[in-house]
């Protein structure tokens, strides 16, 4: 597709369960991001790969969260154990550039989570 | 470490009028700062950047910002603000040499009134 594409655009789940969430980035884009955006925030950076490799998971808010990206395009985030807490917008974005002066990153439209 | 503070919630203007959007960044290093806009359900797009060179950076739809280092600054403006401008409008601030990891702000929501 032309654009990065996120699925589900919403998700509502009960606390305790898992959830997964994907991201299909723009082809050729190396490196991808994932970001929460709470309600009235700005987004908050999770974890970052470059190709299969993930480089950074520091912005992950507990061990409940995992993400993969294992052929280098498509990522997944995982939630499991889901609590209210979790309840936020999850942001992909992809990027061209992974060195040097830094270019744009092109946003999905998020994952809109639901933790009842 | 870097951040970025963004100075009110909420922006209103009438239509016509000047937009002033403000950003302060905290960088240990010479930065790389970027300006996103939001529309409702949509994704974050770039409406522009500086990373090297000229100071005063052109975006699209009018918008331009101007990196100022001594104050630590990199505030949005536009001459003129049309309804179709209301929108969440993001900066962000990146630090060459590390893991170019954009740190966004909190945002502002830009209202414009007819």
């Known amino acids: 597709g032309a654009g990065v594409s996120q699925s589900p655009r919403y998700k509502v789940a009960k606390r305790g369960q898992d959830v997964a969430l994907r991201c299909d980035p723009i082809?050729?884009?190396?490196?991808l991001f994932w970001y929460q955006q709470a309600l009235g925030q700005g987004p908050e950076f999770l974890t970052y790969?470059?190709?299969?490799?993930?480089?950074?998971k520091s912005g992950l808010p507990s061990d409940r969260f995992f993400a993969e990206r294992p052929e280098g395009s498509v990522s997944t985030l995982k939630i499991q154990r889901t609590q209210q807490e979790d309840s936020a917008v999850y942001l992909c974005?992809?990027?061209?550039?992974?060195?040097?002066?830094?270019?744009?990153?092109?946003f999905g439209e998020g994952s809109r989570l639901t933790v009842l | 470490a870097q951040s970025v503070t963004q100075l009110g919630s909420h922006v209103s203007v009438s239509e016509g009028a000047l937009v002033l959007l403000r950003c302060n960044y905290s960088?240990?290093?010479?930065?790389?700062l970027f300006w996103y806009v939001q529309y409702p359900n949509q994704g974050l797009q770039l409406l522009l950047k500086?990373?090297?060179?000229?100071?005063l950076v052109k975006g699209i739809n009018g918008f331009e910002a101007e990196f100022k280092k001594s104050e630590t600054s990199f505030h949005l403006t536009k001459p003129s603000a049309h309804m179709s401008d209301a929108a969440e409008y993001f900066c962000?601030?990146?630090?060459?040499?590390?893991?170019?990891?954009?740190?966004f702000g909190r945002g502002t929501s830009l209202i414009v009134h007819p």
């Open positions: 974005a992809s990027s061209l550039e992974y060195r040097g002066p830094p270019g744009e990153l092109f």
């Open positions: 790969f470059q190709n299969e490799a993930q480089l950074d």
């Open positions: 962000a601030v990146l630090v060459a040499g590390g893991s170019y990891i954009p740190t």
């Open positions: 960088s240990s290093v010479p930065p790389y």
């Open positions: 082809s050729g884009h190396v490196s």
């Open positions: 500086y990373t090297t060179g000229a100071t």
